[in-house]
Each structure stands twice: as C-alpha cells, then as structure tokens.
C-alpha cells in the first residue's frame, strides 16, 4: 500500500466498505428475481450469452448506488458499457455473473465489483446470495470469506487437483478441448460451473485448485484475480495493459500447481 497517500487510502477505504452493502443488496436483489424467474424477460447477445431484466436492473441499481455517493467516479459494468468520467477511479461491475445458470434455475451466480484506482485493481467483492457468501480482497490485506480469513489450497499433485474452467463460444473448441484433454491425461479433475467469478473466489478459498478460461471480461474476473493473489496464490502475469477493455486469457493457481498449468494451458 506504500504507492498510496493518507488521502488516497482513506477514500479507497470508504469506498470498499460501501461496495460490500452494495453486493449483498444487489445479490439480495438477483435472489428475488431468481425467485420468480419465469417471468424474466432474456435475450440473446450471442451464441449462449444471454442478458435478462434481472442483469439490466441489478447493474441499474448498483451503478445508482455508486453514482449516489461517489458522483464522479467512472464505472464499467457488463450491461451498461462504460460512463465516461475523468476519474481515477474506475469500478468493474457484473451484476449477475452466471446469467445461463440464474436464467436456467441453477443457482450458482454471483455479483462482482471490483474497483481500479490509478489503473491498479485496489479491492474486490464477489458475492454469492444463494450461499450467502461475501468474498473481500483489498490490495495488501488478505481475502476474506464473510469476514475470515481465506487461502488457497496447498494442494501439489496434479493428480489429486480440481481445476475449474470456463469456456465461451468466443474460443475455437480445439483450444477449450485441448486442455480438457491434457488436464484428463494429467488424472486432474475438472469442474465447468458458469461463473468465472465464483470460480476464483473458489480458488481463493482453495475448494479448488485453480481457474482457466482462454478469454474473459474484464469485470469477471476483476474482483477475483485480487482475491486469489491476497490469498496467496498465482495469477497469470501475461494479462495485458488493456484487459480493461479487451479482457485476458486468465490462469490462477497456488504456487505448488503453477509451472504444470501453466504447461498445459500455454498461459504464462
Ligand atoms: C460468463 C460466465 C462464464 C464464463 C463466460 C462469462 P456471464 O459471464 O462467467 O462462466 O465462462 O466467459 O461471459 O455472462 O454469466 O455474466
Ligand atoms: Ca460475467
């Protein structure tokens, strides 16, 4: 934390408390649409990526909460783009991380902010209503798990491991395929649950042993690449400097699994 002045810290403080009741209202909020979900209005975006009211209003009210007490702050959320603002302050906002789980009843989404402040991810919140769950990283200062401490696993052996993966109709299937098969070749165990962001926030309480997905959003896995790192574990240093925009392949591990990863997926 030694790049940043009293001031600085003071207002990224302020900031972090309040993103919390942010996420614990929002996921309040997507556990009542999920409640009532057959009357949830979807479209397509493209092949298998869906947007619901549910994502549209949950990011609305989250982008209202943060306008309402931090006015000239920037914010980057999945459904709304980008409010443009001359500020060092960026949030990174996806109000329904797992939108083909909550709109198919499979409860296993989350909310992700994450907050950059001088083009530094300073803290992230993962919150999973279904498990009531609150996920917290700030930059120097551990992750938490609804207030205790979390780690990664210690795990070594490729083949005792689970590693969680995500894929998107974005990648050719030769790629997602190609790991898939070295992991199985490897006697590694694999899990495809459909929140990158929960996948991280798994990794960083070590349930499983990693994370890998060729090509993500920047606010899915804004908030959970902190959280793995304050967890102690290892995240990709290849992610580029405009991941803002264009996103990044994403590989998180412990330390013990990184080089036998990092082989298998080509991801440095
Ligand atoms: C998706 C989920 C999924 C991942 C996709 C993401 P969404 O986000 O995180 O696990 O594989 O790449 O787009 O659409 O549920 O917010
Ligand atoms: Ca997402």
Redesign the pocket.
């Known amino acids: 934390m030694d790049d940043l002045t009293k001031n600085a810290r003071g207002d990224l403080e302020q900031r972090f408390l309040r993103s919390k009741d942010i996420a614990v209202a929002a996921g309040d909020l997507a556990g009542r649409f999920f409640e009532n979900r057959n009357a949830l209005k979807i479209e397509t975006k493209s092949i298998q990526?869906?947007v619901s009211n549910a994502?549209k209003e949950v990011e609305s009210k989250i982008i209202h909460t943060i306008n309402a007490h931090f006015p000239n702050d920037q914010i980057v959320g999945?459904e709304s783009g980008c409010k443009v603002a001359d500020s060092d302050y960026v949030w990174i906002v996806?109000p329904?991380?797992?939108?083909?789980?909550?709109i198919n009843g499979i409860p296993h989404?989350c909310i992700s902010i994450a907050l950059c402040f001088l083009g530094k991810v300073r803290f992230g919140v993962i919150y999973d209503p279904n498990q009531k769950e609150l996920f917290d990283a700030f930059r120097g200062e551990g992750a938490f798990l609804n207030g205790k401490p979390i780690k990664v696993s210690n795990n070594s052996d490729l083949d005792q491991s689970m590693i969680s993966c995500?894929?998107?109709f974005r990648i050719k299937d030769e790629i997602y395929l190609g790991v898939i098969r070295k992991l199985l070749m490897a006697s590694a165990e694999y899990r495809h649950?459909?929140?990158?962001?929960l996948?991280l926030a798994h990794t960083a309480c070590g349930r499983v042993d990693g994370f890998w997905?060729q090509?993500?959003?920047s606010?899915?896995f804004a908030a959970g690449q902190l959280l793995v790192e304050e967890a102690g574990g290892w995240i990709n240093e290849s992610i580029p400097g405009n991941w803002l925009q264009s996103g990044s392949a994403i590989l998180c591990t412990n330390r013990h699994l990184k080089t036998a990863l990092q082989k298998i997926t080509g991801i440095k």
């Open positions: 990526d869906y994502d999945e996806d329904i991380d797992g939108t083909a789980n909550f989404f995500g894929h998107s649950m459909g929140s990158a962001a996948g997905e090509q993500i959003n606010w899915d």
